[in-house]
């Protein structure tokens, strides 16, 4: 079987302390043990040792499935150019241990991988990474960073980037007489779903989302894509807005306009009626290309991608959905070497190569993300090959260019994954005709400011 989309992309769900001097390993650092409220968050200082005198043994939590496996070879690449470090590499449900552990403090791993929504919660349990990141700030994405960041602190260290993309299928257009280049507006693309439907009526041409999680987190990348999210950088709400209505209209009229399939991520109604013909468009993150590489039968080939529609004329055309980083947990036994192995990974050459590279899952390397890191995204040295299941488009070009349009954001504020309670469950039932725009963002907004962020 193919790996599972959700082993891909698990998705959205400070260390306080007095000082204290932690040798690990052979190496040593100033770094503070977890204590008492109102302290300083442990900061994580640059290990000082060279690459042949690092030596310890370090834990690393990655998700299970295929990109566990992408991970294990990149770090066969660490272990050769830190041949004293051992990596003990396990795959964790993450989402359903990480958090615990860090909470209790026992037999926390030395690093882990995270989404990035999910760091702002647990921040007092990990390493301040602020300095260790420093150098390479200026050359990392604005908005990897402002998700990895809890009041002017760096918590975690920025991997991938996924910007939106438009996936549409290239024969179904083309018997339709749409050209793809015309869909330069979230309008245009309503009024091609019209057209198309109009040539074949089965067809519900556009994907919204069945999961509220999902479609909480594909709402605020259409809200990144017109420079906003739910909260500011002081974290006051911004739900009701200009963008975000603009955003629960478009939902309606399409869902008026009969020309929405509402199904769950890659469960098997939504490949059934992607395979089938009746979905023609999924606006999504690049991480969609999964899907024609691994889950598509009938149609794969028949794919391809493309920017997302802007909201305004001239407008961005993509946003950030979702994305991961590495988290350093603050009681990690040998955090120092973690930090080495994350920094091989993010930001040495080999080693976002090694991630990104050819390997087993992905023959022409991974191409679900694309780095964080700008020097890696060089248009002219693709770290993945056009993609047969696209027909062998070049989907790095593709992703390059959009992620270059992707607007700063603020902090994900820690309460984020409670909001889908309210925000992204009413969104269901904007979709299922049961709300209105307005009464989706009126009811969303009482309930997030008076059980989320007045009780913080």
């Keep these: 079987m193919p790996p599972s989309p959700i082993g891909r992309r698990g998705f959205l769900k400070g260390a306080l302390g007095i000082g204290a001097l932690a040798a690990t390993g052979s190496l040593a650092a100033a770094c503070a043990a977890p204590g008492g409220t109102g302290a300083e968050p442990s900061k994580l200082t640059k290990p ?6 690092a030596k310890g043994e ?4 990655n998700r299970s499935g295929d990109l566990f496996k992408v991970f294990d070879a990149a770090i066969g690449e660490f272990r050769k150019a830190y041949p004293n470090v051992k990596v003990n590499h396990q795959a964790v449900d993450i ?7 860090l909470i209790s403090g026992t037999d926390v791993p030395d690093g882990s991988f995270w989404d990035d929504a999910k760091i702002g919660g647990q ?3 990990l390493f301040d990474l602020t300095d260790l990141i420093a150098p390479y700030k200026d050359q990392t994405s604005a908005y990897k960073l402002s998700v990895n ?4 602190k760096i918590y975690g260290v920025p991997w991938d980037l996924d910007p939106g993309l438009l996936w549409y299928r290239e024969d179904i257009l083309e018997d339709a007489g749409v050209d793809p280049a015309g869909l330069a507006t979230y309008d245009d693309l309503l009024a091609a779903a019209r057209t198309v439907k109009e040539k074949d009526p089965k067809t519900k041409p556009i994907h919204l989302e069945k999961t509220p999680f999902l479609s909480q987190l594909w709402l605020e990348m259409l809200a990144n894509q017109q420079g906003t999210s739910l909260t500011d950088a002081q974290g006051k709400l911004r739900l009701d807005s200009e963008e975000y209505r603009r955003i629960f209209g478009w939902i309606d009229t399409a869902v008026k306009d009969g020309l929405v399939t509402h199904a769950p991520y890659l469960e098997p109604a939504d490949v059934n009626t992607l395979d089938n013909g009746q979905q023609v468009f999924v606006p999504w993150a690049i991480w969609w290309s999964f899907a024609p590489q691994q889950l598509l039968k009938n149609t794969k080939g028949k794919w ?17 959905m979702g994305g991961s980083s590495f988290v350093i947990p603050a009681k990690a036994k040998n955090p120092e070497l973690a930090w080495l192995l994350y920094e091989f990974l993010c930001f040495k050459e080999p080693g976002y190569t090694a991630v990104y590279g050819p390997n087993d899952v992905y023959p022409g390397g991974l191409s ?7 020097p890696a995204l060089d248009p002219a040295k693709p770290l993945f090959q056009p993609i047969e299941a696209l027909g062998g488009q070049d989907l790095w070009k593709v992703a390059v260019d959009a992620a270059a349009t992707i607007p700063a954001a603020a902090p994900i504020p820690w309460w984020w994954a409670q909001s889908v309670d309210y925000l992204g469950n009413n969104m269901q039932r904007l979709i299922d005709g049961q709300m209105t725009p ?3 963002i009126s009811d969303s907004a009482e309930k997030i400011q008076r059980n989320l962020i007045d009780r913080s």
């Design 123 to 125: 921040a007092e349990h």
């Design 95 to 101: 989402d359903a241990k990480l958090a615990n552990t």
């Design 438 to 440: 307005d009464q989706v």
């Design 48 to 53: 000082t040792a060279t690459a042949s005198a």
């Design 368 to 374: 679900t993300s694309i780095p964080s890191y700008q």
């Design 149 to 152: 960041t809890v009041d002017g």
């Design 304 to 320: 391809r991608a493309a920017p997302l529609p802007a909201w305004t004329p001239g407008g961005a055309r993509s946003g950030a």
């Design 58 to 61: 370090i834990t690393i939590w």
